[in-house]
């Protein structure tokens, strides 16, 4: 059955011209991606005309191409200049740009290149084996899940602060109130636009993105006019090439990392939330966590690049797998694809993938293959994007400024989105100049807005509060945010205080109740495991502890 | 030939088309530029955006004197770009999509002007709404709905876009037969409505022509009426509201206006392009599979059936209160 329509699709698929397609899109995914300001957003949204006149395969081969191009591309720019092509590369940049900074951009951006390979395709896999069975997750999510997942997610706040926790928490609060401006959610009335039409329907998120990220940066790199003067690389950069081999091996030793972020990337995109601007951070800072080294995270740890390409990537799986069996779509890209299926009269169902295993499989293929794709037109792509290291920072900053500005503006045609851009600019630079961390400040801005939208939808539906914890994933998300909030603490006093010891042992067995409520018996069964492995640690612990304790007695 | 291509990439790129102001075309409108704009002012890729760039695609493919680009302006459920529009000089280089959204953010007090801000053009595609319910919910008709609805006023939640054209259709049900809902925002619009039926966050909600073909087979979606005249045969079991008794209508109408004070020359241009482009047959069967039929009236008709459907709105939302009537 699954060799059948396998070779189905591939008959509709693999033809000259529907592969040539494929190619440009991954193409102008990957310089859209590259390129600060431009997004997959606007590489899809042009793309759309032409594919009305495809047939539907073509046209979705071609918009995979540029989704998985668009995914891959933001790397570029994100580890050579340190300014995220895409909000889906934020987290690269943390690791990516130190590492290129301190004379292995050849790495990094192998390193980065072969993690999205790698997330990419372990996501095809899953997404062929396993996809409507976990479309069915997304389904289990209601508005109380969300606010909790969302709770848990900015708790991440907490572990992206860096030093100065005060201050990170701050730069949150500062992005949660950033969402609050515009119309609200619940009477449509606007808010904190003080009377202007401009602020009716809030600051856009792509503006004020661009702003904290790229424009504050071009302005302390370009302060002083002997920086202004320099370029990003030295000159000896001409002679970087990608560490193809080396990096491929770096991204397959550290395994585990890669599983867990293309895991943590397959479930957001699930959700039809936030997609991969989310699942990068998440990833990020789930592998800083589980690092046996997490003070090398920030100054060019491979591990940090290795987690939020892979997520990014992994996230397209995820998403793609809700779209085809719920007609469901998680993010712009998908409401697109959505568009173009339904133009061709084919409408995704929870029997799609009976309905039409032609198509179905020509999505499942043309993912797998986007990602090879990738890789191979990346190292092309990598080796023209290597230039912009030989470029003066004053030149190189005008003409990213220049893309970001017009590339803000394309997207929804609004003079004010300039402004957007110029004001969180200069938010931005003030804040990097007094050590506030930029990054809670995007989560908090993303973040709220979700928040915001699913706490009144619980709130509209009942007052009553305990579906927070009485509902399976809110309760499980409720448990990771509070043990979330407690592991810089932990972290400080690990092997110090004695009730570091137990911190992880109570955690597993704290989780186990949220899984036990799961429907099914995998989730559940993997409960009891956990449950196990709790109460051996805690006998272990104990007895460890026994003599040290009545030693110092 | 190379000059006359360079030309027209030109045409396409300046949007606005003042650069060649002068260059005017052979046609008795006298239209100041090679391209004009038609404002969606929702965002691209959304069900107006879609049928529009349709219409792009139609109409430049045959080559007009002045040829349309879609800008999508999206933003305060449709008024961004309607008060964009609203602003733009009458000279036919500025058109405006839109539906029902104009007479809603009027009364919500969005935007100060309503329909008649403009000069109407033509009305091209009528999409009917379809009261849907989720799968477990307890009751299986429009009967049951009204008569559960009847027991527990302002109880059953129901999803919406606060404030928009979705939450209008229950306003005006509710108005209609007496009964009130529980509203729950889901602004994202269709998408995120139809993923809350399915899940069960929500009982009641508008569906679209899409999830009601598909969604309804496994049972995680039920359709009680659909609010046009005449069944739609691509779902032939659902029955029309007067069928059941409650007699209203109730569809998302797209058409296209332009600034007040355009001259009618121009609006009888713009009238006759547009009603060319829904004569196409692939255009008419494209729009069919997403359950839009594709109707046309000319300006005036359009102005009279814009009229009765905002005085039907505003009684509405007088005697329920809402918007700028609380």
């Known amino acids: ?553 | 030939m190379k000059r006359i291509s360079v030309k027209s990439l030109l045409g396409a790129a300046t949007i606005t088309g003042s650069l060649l102001m002068g260059a005017t075309s052979a046609q008795a409108a006298e239209i100041p530029c090679k391209t004009a704009k038609l404002i969606v002012p929702w965002g691209a890729g959304g069900g107006t955006g879609v049928i529009f760039s349709i219409f792009e695609k139609t109409i430049n493919a045959t080559n007009p004197d002045v040829k349309i680009k879609v800008i999508a302006i999206p933003g305060q459920g449709g008024a961004k770009g309607a008060k964009e529009a609203h602003g733009a000089k009458p000279d036919g280089c500025t058109l405006l999509a839109l539906h029902q959204h104009i007479i809603v953010n009027y009364i919500n007090g969005v935007t100060d002007f309503n329909w008649d801000g403009f000069e109407t053009v033509s009305l091209l595609t009528d999409t009917p709404e379809i009261i849907g319910a989720s799968g477990k919910a307890p009751y299986n008709s429009l009967e049951g709905m009204l008569a559960a609805a009847k027991a527990k006023p302002g109880m059953i939640p129901t999803g919406v876009s606060m404030g928009a054209t979705s939450h209008f259709l229950w306003i005006l049900l509710g108005h209609k037969t007496g009964t009130d809902y529980k509203y729950v925002p889901f602004q994202g619009g269709t998408a995120g409505r139809i993923t809350g039926l399915l899940n069960g966050t929500i009982e009641l909600g508008g569906i679209n022509m899409a999830a009601a073909r598909t969604q309804r087979k496994d049972g995680g979606l039920k359709a009680f009426a659909i609010a046009s005249d005449k069944r739609d045969p691509l779902i032939p079991d659902v029955p029309t509201l007067k069928e059941l008794g409650v007699d209203k209508t109730y569809s998302l109408t797209r058409g296209v206006v332009v600034p007040k004070g355009t001259s009618p020359e121009i609006v009888e241009y713009w009238a006759s392009v547009f009603k060319g482009a829904t004569e196409n047959k692939d255009f008419q069967a494209q729009q069919a599979a997403k359950g839009t039929a594709v109707i046309y009236k000319g300006p005036k008709e359009y102005a009279t059936w814009f009229k009765d459907t905002s005085d039907n709105f505003l009684d509405a939302a007088k005697q329920v209160k809402v918007g700028r009537f609380q």
């Open chain 1, 1 to 553: 059955m699954i060799i059948e329509n396998v070779l189905a699709a591939s008959s509709e698929l693999f033809t000259i011209t529907t592969m040539m397609l494929m190619i440009a899109g991954v193409v102008a995914g990957l310089f859209a991606g590259a390129i600060p300001g431009f997004t997959m957003a606007m590489a899809v949204v042009l793309v759309l005309p032409f594919t009305f006149s495809m047939t539907p395969v073509q046209g979705l081969a071609t918009m995979i191409g540029v989704y998985v191009g668009g995914l891959s591309g933001g790397l570029m720019s994100g580890i050579l200049t340190g300014i995220p092509g895409t909000p889906s590369s934020i987290a690269t940049t943390f690791d990516g740009f130190p590492m290129a900074r301190s004379g292995r951009p050849g790495l990094a951006l192998g390193i980065g290149v072969w993690s999205s390979f790698f997330g990419g395709t372990l996501s095809a896999i899953i997404l062929i084996l396993a996809g409507p069975q976990l479309a069915r997750i997304g389904l289990e999510f209601q508005p109380w899940d969300f606010f909790a997942l969302v709770v848990f997610a900015l708790t991440v706040t907490a572990s992206l602060a860096g030093d100065n926790m005060l201050k990170g928490l701050i730069a949150g609060l500062i992005g949660l109130l950033i969402a609050t401006v515009g119309t609200d959610v619940i009477f449509g009335y606007p808010r904190f636009n003080f009377g202007t039409d401009a602020l009716i329907q809030g600051f856009s998120f792509l503006p004020v993105l661009i702003g904290l990220f790229a424009f504050s940066r071009l302005l302390s790199d370009i302060r002083m006019p002997d920086a202004a003067n320099r370029k990003l690389g030295d000159e000896n950069t001409k002679a970087v090439a990608i560490e193809h081999r080396a990096a491929a091996i770096a991204v397959l030793k550290r395994w585990v990392n890669l599983v867990r972020s293309s895991m943590i990337g397959i479930f957001v995109g699930l959700l039809p939330a936030a997609g991969s601007t989310i699942s990068n951070i998440l990833a990020y800072d789930q592998a800083k966590k589980a690092s046996k080294t997490p003070e090398e995270f920030g100054k060019g740890s491979i591990d940090g690049v290795i987690a939020p390409e892979a997520a990014n990537n992994a996230t397209a799986g995820g998403t793609l797998i809700v779209m085809m069996a719920l007609g469901i779509p998680g993010d712009i890209i998908t409401v697109v694809m959505l568009g173009a299926l339904l133009i061709h009269d084919v409408i995704p169902s929870p029997s799609f993938i009976a309905d039409e295993p032609v198509i179905a499989y020509s999505i499942f293929i043309s993912f797998f293959l986007a990602n090879f794709m990738m890789l191979f037109l990346q190292s092309f792509t990598l080796k023209g994007f290597l230039m912009v290291t030989k470029v003066r920072m004053y030149m190189l900053a005008s003409i990213i400024l220049f893309y970001c500005a017009v590339g803000v503006f394309a997207l929804n045609n609004v003079a004010f989105d300039l402004w957007t851009l110029f004001i969180f600019g200069i938010l931005g630079y003030v804040m990097r100049a007094l050590n506030f961390p930029i990054v809670p400040i995007v989560l908090g801005a993303v973040l709220g807005q979700v928040a915001e939208q699913n706490l009144s939808q619980a709130l509209a539906i009942t007052t009553d509060l305990t579906p927070f914890f009485t509902r399976p994933w809110s309760l499980f998300f409720v448990i990771l945010a509070v043990f979330s909030c407690l592991y810089p603490l932990y972290q400080k006093h690990k092997g110090a205080k004695r009730w570091a010891d137990f911190y992880l042992p109570v955690f597993l067995a704290a989780i186990v109740p949220a899984l036990a409520l799961m429907d099914g018996w995998i989730r559940p069964t993997i409960g009891g495991v956990l449950l196990l492995t709790a109460l051996i640690l805690l006998v272990q612990r104990i007895r460890k502890n026994a003599p040290v304790h009545s030693a110092s007695r």
